[in-house]
């Protein structure tokens, strides 16, 4: 009798989680290269433009800089010239010396403005560029769990990079599960319109002869 009650119970355990398993939702995969979206976001480009200019920017800067600091050089050399002058007085000459030692000293401090505004630069604009990235990773990644909900997906894959070994983090998927085109379409939605270019102006009539 405990047998036949021990071998009801256990199908009744099974019964039960079969139960369960037939209702959990039939799992619905999509893929979706995050790194493309990213790169053909109007947001993106519209940074990079912005990153360039800085750049642009800051290397005018630091030859402006360096332009500077040559001059400290030039006078540097001519002061060091001075002092090796047989034709000038010995005060003149040690004059020219002790002068020499100051613009060095002014050479180093250039050298160092010119470091630290290098480091300073490059620290700030990876700050800017990795902040950008973060939001805007942000943001897309809302507007793929967006669309995946409304086409009944219960998993999205990034399909963009390599694992830890390599190799693609996806290995193959069928075109039809793929919902790249339609985060694309949805976050270039509002991409401003671009800059009208000014109309030619009208050629002048030739003159009747």
Do not use: C
Not at 109 to 128: A, Y
Not at 152 to 177: H, Q
Request: aromatic letters at 4%; charged letters at 30%.
């Amino acid at each position: 009798m405990n047998k036949m009650i021990r071998t009801l119970l256990t199908l009744a355990a099974f019964s039960a989680g079969s139960t369960a398993l037939l209702a959990q939702p039939a799992v619905k995969l999509v893929v979706v290269d995050m790194a493309k979206v990213y790169d053909n976001h109007y947001k993106t480009e519209e940074a990079n433009a912005k990153f360039r200019d800085a750049e642009q920017k800051a290397q005018e800067q630091v030859e402006e800089l360096n332009k500077q600091g040559q001059s400290l050089v030039d006078e540097y050399k001519e002061l060091v010239d001075q002092s090796k002058n047989t034709l000038l007085t010995a005060e003149a000459r040690s004059k020219a010396e002790a002068d020499s030692q100051k613009k060095m000293e002014d050479i180093q401090r250039k050298q160092g403005e010119v470091q630290n505004f290098r480091q300073n630069t490059q620290r700030s604009l990876q700050q800017r560029i990795k902040l950008h990235r973060d939001l805007l990773l942000e943001e897309i990644g809302k507007v793929v769990t967006d669309l995946a909900k409304r086409n009944g997906a219960t998993l999205v894959l990034d399909k963009s990079g390599p694992t830890l070994f390599g190799i693609p983090s996806v290995l193959y998927s069928d075109a039809a599960y793929d919902i790249t085109d339609a985060v694309l379409a949805e976050v270039n939605k509002d991409r401003p319109a671009p800059a009208a270019t000014p109309a030619a102006a009208p050629a002048a009539p030739e003159a009747k002869k």
